[in-house]
């Protein structure tokens, strides 16, 4: 399992998504609000825009915020917000990519840096742990939507590239260019899903130990924690007996 999969699956279970509700909520708003800022307020016209509305009505994001985000950006009164990504290594050599949106880079950087700084990590240049991950989209689903059998079909169908299923659902992968389409065939048939985002799927990982994995997730929550990061990935795994103590702790 990756190591990002493996985060979210941690916190998941110890509840910490309903107590980060509102600031996830105030991310995707972010995501809309430029989206619609550099194109057309249309999401029919506008294909980031559209998957930005995908993403936030996956997470259950209330119709009254998703169109408040976008009437910000035609007000001509939003911020101005650059898209920046963030690249280094955690713990144990773990590489770690953190996206950003911010209106004050010198802010946001000095943030991040900090962060890589207190947990022993090392923030490099663009491009220096990229090459460690593939640029795809993911469409998470409950176990609930379907049969593994049932889904994959389905993600077939939709011109998906792979699906992972187990006890915690289903987990769709596809071409980065094709997210938007690929989540809109399979809400049809599969309903509304659990997530829909653009990620960076790591190609080499790293194995750890439970205490470089306790280190790393920490990192991650602090990089989360952060109103201009909008994403984290790295590219960490653990074994399964170490997975389960973290989970039970």
């Not at 984290?232 to 997975?243: K, P, R, T, Y």
Request: hydrophobic letters at 40%; charged letters at 25%.
């Amino acid at each position: 399992m990756a190591g990002h999969s493996q985060y979210k699956n941690i916190m998941h279970r110890k509840g910490r998504q309903d107590a980060a509700k509102a600031k996830l909520f105030s991310k995707l708003a972010r995501e809309i609000t430029v989206s619609a800022k550099h194109g057309t307020p249309d999401p029919e016209m506008n294909a980031r825009l559209r998957l930005a509305i995908q993403a936030a009505r996956a997470e259950n994001m209330p119709k009254d915020n998703i169109e408040r985000a976008i009437k910000k950006a035609q007000g001509g009164d939003a911020d101005t917000y650059e898209a920046i990504r963030y690249e280094g290594y955690g713990p144990g050599g773990v590489a770690i990519i953190a996206e950003a949106l911010t209106d004050n880079r010198n802010r946001t950087g000095g943030a991040v840096r900090a962060v890589f700084t207190k947990y022993g990590g090392n923030l490099g240049a663009t491009g220096s742990v990229a090459h460690m991950f593939a640029h795809v989209g993911e469409i998470t689903y409950p176990g609930g939507a379907g049969s593994a059998d049932a889904v994959l079909d389905a993600a077939i169908d939709a011109g998906a590239d792979d699906v992972n299923s187990d006890a915690d659902g289903h987990v769709v992968t596809c071409a980065f260019e094709s997210l938007g389409t690929v989540a809109a065939a399979l809400e049809d048939k599969l309903g509304q899903p659990r997530s829909v985002k653009p990620i960076w799927k790591p190609s080499l990982s790293t194995q750890v130990d439970e205490e470089k994995a306790e280190s790393i997730m920490k990192m991650i929550a602090a990089l989360d924690d952060d109103d201009d990061v909008q994403n984290v990935f790295a590219n960490f795994e653990i074994s399964d007996e170490v997975l389960k103590k973290l989970t039970a702790a």
